[in-house]
């Protein structure tokens, strides 16, 4: 680790060519609050080149100590010194800082796939694993989180992993991979950045010999124990990314268990405030839930608490199918909400700093699809055109299965 020029720099911890970002930072006192030993400029901005695998754990440093970020800079760690000069003594150096036109750069090569592959899998300890579902509802959903310590995987919130359970297949083979959606933060819910965490419904089904099965892989993981070593590979996946821009309109429409990325988007919106310095939500959140019953609400307490601590920034609506009914009588859906919603939900998307999300049972897609048909055309408008501009603008989000 090396000091030059006044830049605390982490280069000699870092990969060769590994990026880094420049962190400028206030309130961190000279007169003791400064512990972490950086240099402090007259100014009181201090200066701190981090590589992106040493980010989050430096922000929460930082966060710790009092200090606040109040710009990040993506650089190369040959460059880190020379953007850095910018706010210094050396601007005749920074010929080769380019920060703002490398943004775009840094948001592609940032997202983390196949760290770990089914070849050769991260071998984490189950750190807890309990039940989501309350008394009268149906199934079992478990909450599960893994330990990331001895390792390298680290993810986005809207990645997934795959879980390779142990044995073998009816044909002696061993057991492929199941890849299922995340559902903490980058941070983890220990907020070390050291866990990954799921939710997991049991498959359960008849076959058409009428015996009831179970699935392989949610099966072994809705009964494991705390302690035990799991298969994991990964992280993969970059069609649920929740945007960068803190003002966006996140709309997000879930069935079951397709909570799990929205659970790790509200966390981050929502919960983990400190550990984002860089992201301090203020857009509009708004999720559209289904499950069948009250009981069925996964981290019902928890989304509740954040509607309410949050009323202008966050939405939640529950279609509760087997205990709601429309105007018409049927079943409550996410597509019956979204269609109780339509017009509204139509004047959001047309924004361009909406952003919708779709995820669980494909079976809402075509309705949803046919309410924003009909609502396009009562503006003269046509979906699919608007559907495929919004893909192409990142804005439309689907993974259902
Ligand atoms: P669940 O708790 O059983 O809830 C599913 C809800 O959706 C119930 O209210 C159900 O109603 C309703 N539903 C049934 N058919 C529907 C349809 N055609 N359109 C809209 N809603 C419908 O959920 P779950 O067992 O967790 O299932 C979630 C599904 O999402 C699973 O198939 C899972 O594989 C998938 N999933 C996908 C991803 C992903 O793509 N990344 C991630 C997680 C989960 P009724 O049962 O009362 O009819």
């Known amino acids: 680790m090396g000091t030059t020029q ?19 930072v206030v309130g961190i006192s000279a007169q003791g609050g400064n512990s972490l030993n950086y240099p402090i400029r007259q100014s009181g901005n201090t200066f701190i080149s981090v590589p992106y695998s040493r980010m989050n754990q430096e922000m929460r440093r930082i966060n710790r100590l009092g200090g606040k970020i109040i710009n990040i800079t993506p650089v190369g760690i040959d ?3 020379a953007a850095s000069s910018s706010n210094s003594q050396n601007k005749s150096n920074s010929s080769n800082s380019k920060p703002m036109t490398q943004a775009k750069e840094k948001k592609k090569t940032n997202i983390p796939v196949n760290i770990y592959k089914p070849k050769n899998p991260y071998k984490g300890k189950c750190l807890e694993n309990y039940e989501l579902v309350a008394e009268g509802g149906s199934g079992t959903v478990r909450h599960l989180t893994f330990d990331l310590s001895e390792g390298d ?8 992993i795959g879980i390779i359970p142990p044995g073998t297949d009816d044909k002696g083979k061993p057991h492929k991979l199941r890849l299922y959606s995340i559902a903490s933060t980058r941070h983890g819910d220990t907020l070390d950045d050291e866990t990954v965490s799921l939710c997991v419904r049991q498959l359960e089904y008849q076959n058409e010999q009428g015996e009831t099965v179970y699935g392989v892989c949610s099966t072994y993981l809705c009964n494991l124990s705390v302690d035990e070593d799991v298969a994991i590979t990964g992280p993969v996946g970059k069609e649920m990314l929740l945007p960068d821009d803190e003002d966006a309109t996140i709309v997000m429409l879930a069935t079951g268990t397709g909570i799990a990325p929205f659970r790790a988007f509200l966390w981050r919106m929502f919960k983990e405030q400190e550990q984002n310095p860089d ?9 559209i839930f289904g499950i069948p019953y009250t009981a069925n609400i996964l981290y019902k307490d928890d989304l509740e608490k954040m509607a309410a601590d949050y009323p202008d920034n966050f939405r939640l609506t529950y279609a509760i199918s087997r205990e709601q009914k429309t105007d018409e009588g049927s079943k409550m859906y996410v597509q019956s909400r979204v269609s109780e919603y339509a017009d509204e939900l139509f004047e959001m998307i047309q924004k361009p700093k909406t952003h919708v999300y779709m995820c669980g049972l494909k079976g809402m897609e075509p309705p949803i699809s ?18 495929k501009q919004m893909k192409k603008e990142h804005r439309w989000h689907v993974e259902v299965y």
Do not use: H, P
Not at 8 to 17: L, Q
Not at 153 to 160: A, K, T
Not at 370 to 387: I, P
């Open 6 to 24: 006044g830049v605390k720099t982490f280069a000699n911890n870092s990969k060769i060519g590994e990026r880094c970002f420049l962190f400028e």
């Open 79 to 81: 460059t880190a010194v």
């Open 153 to 160: 995987l680290r993810y986005l919130e809207g990645q997934s």
């Open 279 to 287: 992201y301090q939500f203020k857009g509009l959140a708004w999720l």
């Open 370 to 387: 046919e309410t924003f048909t009909a609502e396009a055309e009562k503006r003269g408008m046509n979906w699919d055109d608007l559907r």
